[in-house]
Each structure stands twice: as C-alpha cells, then as structure tokens.
C-alpha cells in the first residue's frame, strides 16, 4: 500500500475500527452499568487480540516482547491498545508500517503476515494467498492456521489491515545511535519535493521581470494593446501558479519538521527516561535546558530561513538571465553575491563562541531556577532567598551581555546584506544609464535587471540572518548530541528477555557497588540469596548501604561489580517494561505529579480498570483518606504533592509500588511518615497481601518486622548479622 493510498484510506477505516474500542467519554446512564461492563470485557478482548497478532508479528521477526512491553512501545499510551498503536509499536521496533483500508482481491504474499480485523473489530493474522483463499491464523485458537475461501473471507473481513515490513538494516532501536539525521531522512521525498518546488517557484520568479520589459520595449513603444493584455493573462496565470507552489512548499517543509520533531522528541524523552541514575552528571535545570535547544534546532529547520537557503542556488540562475537580458550589468550582482557571504562568515566565529556561552549561561541560570522552585519551602523557611538570587542575577546579567554582543554581530550581517543590495541596485541603474545611452541594452532590459538583481540579493539578507541562527543551532545539535550519545545502559541497544512474570527470587553474586566519584564503595563484595516468598528486613545505620542495596535488587542502579538476579535471570537483561511490573519499588523519597489522584496511582497503565485501582488504593490506606473527600479520586493535586500531609503521599506512593500485583515488593521506608494508628491499619492489609510474594524493606523501625521472618543488619556495605526478627528484638533488650 503506497503512502498515498494509505493517507487517504486511513482516516475512514481506522474510525471504525477504533470505534470497537472504547471511548474516553465518561458513562452517564447508570442504568446501563451491567450491560457496559459486559461490552467492556468484550473490548478487553478485542485489544487482547490485536496486542496478541502484534507480539506474533515481532516473534516471528526475533523480537521477543511481552504483552506488557509492547504496550510501551506506542508514542502516545491511549485508554486502549488500538490498530494506530500497533502501527506505532510496530514502527518502533524497525518495522515500516502502516495502517489503512485494503480488500481482498488487492491483497497479496507481498503483504503478508498482516493484521486483519473481522465485522466485530477483532484482530486475526493473515499469513499467505493461496490459490484455495487467504491462510489465517486466529489468536483465539492459539494461532491455528485455516485456510478460507475468498468469498467466505469477504464476509468476515472489513477490509481494514495493519501492515508492517520489517526493515533488514535496523535492529531493534539501534535508530536512536541516528537520532537527527535519521529523523529527517524519513522525511527525504518531502524535501525533494521542496526543492522541485523552489525550482519551479524561481522559474516562474523571471516572469515578472521579463514582463516588464517587453512592456518597456515593445509594447509601450507600439501601443500594442492586444499584447498587452495577453501578456497580463500570462503573468497573472504565472503569479497564480507562483503562489500555489510557495504554499506548498511551504506546506512540505512544515510537514517534514512535523514528522521529525515528532521522532526526535520521542527519542530524546526516551534517553531521559533511560538514563542511569548514578550515572547523572547535569543538574535537572541544566538537562531540561538542553532539551529546550531542541526547540531553537527544530525552528531553524522549519523558519523560513531554511527556504532561504534552498533558494541560494537560484541566485546565479537570475546573474545568468540578467546577462542575457542586460550583458555587462551581471557583473555588479556577481560582485555583490561574494561581499554579503564574505561579510557573513567573518563574524561567525565571533558568533559561534557567544553561542557557547550563552548556552552555558542559560543552562545555569536555569539550573538556579528549577533548583529554587524545587526548594521553594526550605528557601523560604531559611531565609535562603538573597543567595539564590545572587546566583540568578549574576547567571541573567551574563546571558543578557552575551546577548546584546550577539545581536549586535547579527545586525550588523543583516544591515550590511541589505545595504550592499540597495548599493547594487543603484550600480546597476548607473551603469545602466551609460549602456542604454550606447546602445547596448534597453530601458525595459535595465528595469528588468534591477528587479532581478533584487530577487537575486533577496535570499541574502535572510541568509545573513540564516547563518547567525545556525550558529544557535550548531551548538544546540552539539548539546543534544552530546546527550544522546552518552552511556545510558548498555544493554539498551539489545533486544532483552522477555520475562511476564517473576515468582521474586533475588540473588546477589559478587555485588560492590561505588557511586562516581566516590573512592571507596558502598557495598563491597555481597553474596546473598532471599527465597520466593521471603520477607526481608534491612535495618543498620544510617548510611550503611541499606537504601543502595533495594535499588540495587530493583534495578535502579547496575552493580559496579558483580551481578543481581531474579529468577536466575540477571536483572540487566530483563525487559525493563517486565522489571516494572514485576518489581513494586517505593522509594523513601516521596514525589507526586501534578493531575488527579488516580492518575498519580495509575501513572499511564489504562489497562487496569477503577475496581481494581480502588482495591489497590485500600490496601495502601489512600482510601482511607480519599473516601470522605468529595472529589474523590479525581481530587486534584499539586505539584508534589503540596497539601497532603507525608503519611498521605506515602500511602500514594506504595498504592503504586502494588499497581501491578507483583511478586517482588522493595520498600524503603514506607510508613515512617504515617501515625500510629494509620501505620497497623496499613501493615495489616499490606501482611494479608503479601502472602507468597517476596519483600525487602528498609526500615528503622520496629514495627515493620512483623512483616519480615527475616532481618539483615548491615555496616559499611556488608552484612553484618542474618537473623530473624525474634532474635533482634530480644538482643535489643
């Protein structure tokens, strides 16, 4: 299915097909609650099918996803998994594909496997055409193929498909170590077209020119009214075209910069969002002003300094014409031409160094600023307001001097473009005089080569103005770049194993652990195993190593030495969409995210619905809580969570740790915040949860051990006692 066809075909079908899946509107009618709830399960079917035919599609091409690690795959997470997802998941997984309407008949071997989807939106494979029908394969019966008749197929068919061919030189995400240059690849035929069409629009460009001077010298002269107004119609139908080429050009380079920013905001928020913790050398600021730049880089891509620059091998196209209308009077264009360029680049490397700094400036002062806003309550409480400011301000003077320097080179480039293309146009007009009085050229040959040389000097002065803008967004490329090459996990670039499920057994081999820049390590040659089902207690002192080794067993931070593993498996090659699920992490510090309650809780996983949330949440004790406010769960929060009391933010933040029932819970401190009272409520529930899953708590306090049958006391990144809670507690006394 070419590009074309599917842009077309894709709007009408994909609707009916999305519309088997659910909406975003809320329910109103209460009546109809029973019959809803049957339909969803249907629904959850449904997408249980098409997330089925899309892992098939993958394993069959050695990518070995879970159900839950293709629902990460997507761009954007919607309430449900729908065919603009799979094409999405698919896509990013180095597939070309695409989704749209195909029949029968048009469906060939070439196309296949594909998804189809029946009458009643549920998705099916098709393998292969055969001479007898099409052969299917339906994730209901495990994928058992059949074979069905053309006839019998167009009656169970809507004729709506998802295809995907898979790319040979892409590996899995090897296309982020090409994170610019491939985004704008995939938008090359948009960029000929831009430039067939900057061809066309500058062709047509002469005509005004040259009417004009046939005007001067044959109409005028002649009174030849017929001519006059055949000539009118012409470069009217000239101009018309003239204007219809330059929208769509415009129209191809805002669609080509749509499609890139798209892949290359994906791709930087993915490195964000992959980047080892340990491993975090910027500020959270600075690092959110590198990502800004990504804003000046994708501007100048998509401005109109970008047609300026395509229009520069046009300029010698009009001296030509200018020559063949006007003879010598080429020559003072083809000397101006060198003079803007010559003036340009003299002052770039003025320019490129004030980029630096103004990048650096910007990176600080807005490092001090997110640092400020983060810690607004401790800036306030300690009085610490006139440091932070002395830091702003002396961050802001410096970028605003940078800043005038810069503007003040930029506008002398820009000045000095548009003063030699007025000084051009007078030259030519001096001259002009001299030839016309020998003979040499006509009044309408001289008009017609002012306006020429205009339209050749013009892209000049924006080139100017281009080559200033580039400098920004050099060093924009340079910062991003630098960003996107750093060394996140090295497994990142390989497909990992695919594990949906982990009973919890956790063994450390050989572990030590050193935070960069430290000298000496944290946690020093650790041998450990904790059984399926054990629950274990870390207690010491206070910077023993007990908060580094949960993350350690979650997966947060990567040994320095030796290795962590879970089910025998070594954490680094688990799928991290797998770890997630299976590993419920609380950390001991406590952030909240501005949106409604329930989005705090669900943090994007739509596929869990409100009765199981509210279950998650009374295990928790947000419920608690939440019950007698009158928003309920859709009680909005602030930022971090401003306005609950710690105890509060707690009970979120383990409701989120127990979103995805699973068999391995790591807490650090859960309960230190919560009152008495609160603190057994929640033990309680969370004792009869637990069961046969693993636990590893981080605790001070004694009243979590009666969550644990066993207690390690560690010291200086060892294990200095294995014990169990009886034990500590009557050694203690």
């Known amino acids: 299915m070419s590009e074309a066809e599917n842009d077309t075909k894709t709007d009408s079908g994909l609707s009916d097909v999305i519309q088997q899946f659910p909406s975003d509107a809320p329910q109103e009618d209460s009546a109809k609650s029973s019959e809803e709830s049957h339909e969803h399960t249907f629904e959850r079917e449904r997408e249980h099918k098409l997330l089925l035919c899309v892992q098939r599609i993958l394993r069959d ?181 003239d204007f219809v080429i330059k929208s769509l050009r415009g129209n191809f380079i805002d669609r080509a910069g749509k499609r890139a920013d798209s892949r290359m905001s994906r791709l930087i928020f993915d490195k964000l969002l992959a980047m080892r913790l340990d491993q975090r050398k910027e500020q959270s600021g600075a690092l959110a002003s590198v990502v800004r730049e990504f804003e000046t880089l994708r501007d100048f891509f998509t401005s109109a300094t970008l047609v300026a620059v395509v229009d520069l091998p046009f300029i010698f196209l009009f001296i030509w014409v200018i020559s063949i209308i006007a003879g010598p009077l080429a020559l003072v264009p083809l000397i101006a031409v060198p003079l803007v360029i010559i003036t340009g680049l003299v002052i770039q490397p003025f320019l490129a160094r004030l980029a630096s700094g103004s990048m650096d400036t910007s990176m600080s002062k807005q490092a001090i600023l997110v640092e400020t806003l983060n810690g607004l309550e401790t800036v306030q409480a300690t009085g610490s307001g006139r440091l932070m400011r002395k830091r702003f301000e002396e961050a802001a003077a410096s970028q605003s001097e940078i800043g005038l320097k810069s503007r003040i080179l930029t506008q002398f480039a820009v000045n000095s473009a548009a003063s030699i293309q007025q000084l051009a146009q007078i030259m030519i007009i001096f001259f002009g005089v001299f030839l016309i009085s020998e003979g040499t050229i006509t009044m309408g040959a001289m008009i017609a080569a002012v306006i020429l040389s205009g339209r050749a000097l013009g892209p000049l002065g924006q080139l100017a103005s281009a080559m200033s803008r580039a400098n920004n967004a050099r060093q924009s490329f340079r910062s991003l770049n630098r960003l996107m090459n750093e060394d996140t996990d090295a497994e990142e670039l390989q497909q990992r194993l695919s594990r949906p499920r982990l009973s919890g ?58 290795s962590v593993l879970i089910d025998g498996v070594d954490l680094r090659q688990i799928d991290k969409s797998d770890l997630r699920r299976n590993v419920g992490v609380m950390l001991q510090e406590t952030w909240l995210f501005s949106g409604t309650l329930r989005e705090n809780i669900q943090m994007g996983y739509y596929e869990y619905e409100d009765h199981y949330i509210l279950d998650v949440a009374k295990i928790a004790g947000v419920d608690d809580f939440v019950a007698s406010h009158p928003s309920g769960y859709d009680l909005v ?79 200086q990144g060892n294990v200095m006692a294995d014990t169990t809670p009886e034990r500590l507690q009557a050694a203690n006394k």
């Open 505 to 562: 057994d956790i063994e450390f081999k050989n572990v030590s652990y050193t935070f960069p820049g430290a000298k000496s390590p944290i946690i020093r040659n650790l041998s450990l195993k904790i059984p399926a089902g054990q629950k274990v207690a870390l207690v010491g002192r206070m910077g023993s190593g007990k908060s580094t080794l949960a993350r350690l067993a979650s997966g947060l931070l990567q040994p320095t030495e030796g």
């Open 61 to 241: 091409n050695g990518f070995n996803y879970s159900e839950a690690a293709i629902r990460d795959l997507p761009d954007l997470s919607q309430e449900m998994f729908n065919p603009r997802d799979a094409v999405s998941a698919l896509s990013n997984s180095g597939f070309v594909a695409s989704c749209g309407e195909l029949k029968p008949s048009e469906i060939t071997d070439g196309h296949c496997p594909l998804i189809g989807f029946s009458k009643e939106g549920d998705a099916f494979l098709i393998l292969a055409v055969t001479p007898d029908g099409l052969r299917v394969a339906d994730p209901a019966s495990g994928f058992k193929e059949r074979t069905v008749n053309k006839k019998a197929f167009s009656g169970e068919f809507n004729n709506f498909v998802v295809l995907a061919l898979r790319k040979p030189e892409v590996k899995g995400n090897s296309e982020k170590s090409n994170w610019f240059w491939g985004s704008l690849r995939q938008s090359k035929w948009l960029y000929a077209q831009v430039l067939i069409a900057a061809a066309l629009s500058n062709f047509l460009g002469l005509s005004t020119s040259l009417f004009i001077m046939v005007v001067y010298d044959r109409v005028v002269p002649n009174e030849a009214i017929e001519s006059l107004i055949a000539l009118t119609i012409g470069i009217l139908i000239a101009l018309g075209f």
């Open 637 to 715: 929060l602030r930022e971090r969570g401003e306005g609950l009391s710690g105890g509060q933010r707690q009970s979120i933040n383990l409701a989120r740790a127990l979103l995805h029932s699973p068999n391995l819970l790591v807490l650090d401190e859960p309960t230190s915040s919560m009152d008495t009272a609160t603190e057994k409520s929640v033990l309680d529930r969370l004792k009869s949860w637990l069961e046969n899953r693993t636990l590893l708590v981080v605790t001070h306090r004694n009243t979590l051990l009666r969550l644990a049958d066993r207690v390690l006391v560690m010291d």
